[in-house]
């Protein structure tokens, strides 16, 4: 297979800005998408994924910017004639037409023949198991089998793009999460690249192959799910995508930072900055360990358990790290490790923090 940076982009958007009065959604933004792929918009409400998405569709119009498909540049051509297929949140059924009549409704707009418009909806109502359902009106389907119809619907007419409008959020969390692996078996099976916009992370980490951390109308971070996650490239990222400590700390040399009284050894790069300089050192409760009762061993430290919070599948501990100024420590622990240690409150811990997952940023 061709690496990607060899490829040319499905996708191309170059220079986006989209201004709402004074009001500035999008600045600068460029990104390029390949084909076969599916990417998450992800970003706090107001981050401008989703103006973003509705330049890609021609809903809305940049103000500034090129967004190119195929080839081919449509950044002025009306949604009619660009080559997208569209689910919103609210999934538009038409609610006076039955699922047959929803899903044959851009076929006809395209004045395909009959016999070829049964076959293609029967091929549809096959691709998202909802044969035999082509009867029913959408008020007679659960919210599940709506969605799926929309999905049905968007994929009729074969575009080369999928575009999904936070398809999943109006379903309860079991038919959600469901209706992720549906979707990402759906889409891999076919093949369209894909741009889902979402504000959860849970729901970009698993079903995007790259995410697109936005924040305030600019990208913050390109990456895929691993690398956003483990290698955060700002503090928002680090802060809005999973839980993080955030601990100040100082630059002591070219792989060390001092927190307190505790001087921890990292892989960050800290041979850029100043020895003295003041940083935010970030790490994730998950990738704490616990050690011996040396506190003298590599980046350990004893700690006491004032609180322990049971989530399901891990307990969270408040720890308050001997030595260590700021805020106190959040930890999670399998719950097996926590019933073999005997882990509760008012408890002392050794607890180790890795030197290849500690992230750190400048203070500004």
Known sequence: MTARNEREPYLRIEGLTKMFGDFTALKDVSLEVYEGEFVCFLGP?????????RCIAGLDIQTQGRVIQGGKDISTLPPTQRDFGIVFQSYALFPNLTVYKNLAYGLEN????????????????????LAGQEKKYPAQLSGGQ??????????????????LDEPLSALDAKVRVYLRHEV??????????????????????T????????????????????????HP???????????????????????????????????????RLDQGAAVTVCVRPEDLALGDADAEAQNAASARVDDLEFLGAFYRATLAVDGMEG???TADFLPRLVRELDIRE???????????????????
């Open 184 to 205: 990402c078996r759906l889409q891999r099976r076919l093949g369209v690249t894909t741009i889902m916009v979402t504000h959860d992370q849970e729901e970009a980490l």
């Open 146 to 163: 709506q969605q799926r119809v929309a999905l049905a619907r968007a994929l009729a007419t074969s575009p080369g793009l999928l575009l």
């Open 346 to 364: 008012g408890a002392t811990l050794t607890v180790v923090f890795p030197g290849d997952r500690i992230t750190v940023f400048t203070n500004r």
């Open 327 to 329: 805020p106190p420590v």
């Open 45 to 53: 409400s107001g981050c401008g994924k989703t103006t973003l998405l």
């Open 233 to 271: 490239k700002s503090r928002f990222v680090a802060d809005f995508v999973g839980t993080m400590n955030f601990l100040p700390g100082v630059v002591v040399g070219p792989r060390q930072v001092r927190l307190g009284r505790i001087t921890l050894d990292c892989d960050a790069g800290l041979d």
């Open 110 to 129: 395209r004045r395909m023949e009959k016999d070829k418009i049964k076959q293609r909806v029967a091929e549809l109502l096959d691709l998202v198991e």
């Open 207 to 230: 079903m995007g192959d790259r995410i697109v951390v936005m924040d305030q109308g600019i990208i913050d971070q390109v990456g895929t799910p691993d690398e956003v996650y483990c």
